[in-house]
């Protein structure tokens, strides 16, 4: 059973970079077909797709935020990290990682809460 856990900080202050790791259990972020993802919901909103690395290390990302973000992966440390660079409070949100398998969301983390404010 694949197990997905965010970490990182819950505060970030307007312009900074806003910076989460997925920390993945019982499979390797190198197995093949696999792409792992980060996706958000904004408070009162729906479910937003931020992007993915796979396990070829190729990434994609929602176009509307490409300009912002980076992700990254250590495979050494089975995790994959988030960069969004210059927060605003429109950035404020839930933000979960989830692995893509076979055609859906396999598993999904908990969800960390990251608030942009000064």
């Known amino acids: 059973q694949v197990q997905l856990q965010e970490s990182g900080p819950g505060l970030v202050k307007p312009s900074q970079t806003l910076s989460l790791t997925c920390s993945v259990s019982g499979g390797s972020i190198t197995t093949n077909d696999n792409c792992w993802n980060w996706i958000r919901q904004p408070p009162g909103k729906g479910l937003e797709w931020i992007g993915f690395?796979?396990?070829?290390?190729?990434?994609h990302y929602n176009s509307f935020l490409k300009s912002r973000t980076s992700i990254s992966r250590d495979t050494s440390k089975n995790q994959f990290t988030l960069q969004l660079m210059s927060v605003t409070p429109e950035d404020t949100a839930v933000y979960y990682c989830?692995?893509?398998?076979?055609?859906?969301?396999?598993?999904w983390g908990q969800g960390t809460q990251v608030t942009v404010s000064s």
């Open positions: 989830a692995r893509w398998y076979s055609s859906g969301f396999t598993s």
């Open positions: 690395i796979c396990y070829s290390g190729s990434t």
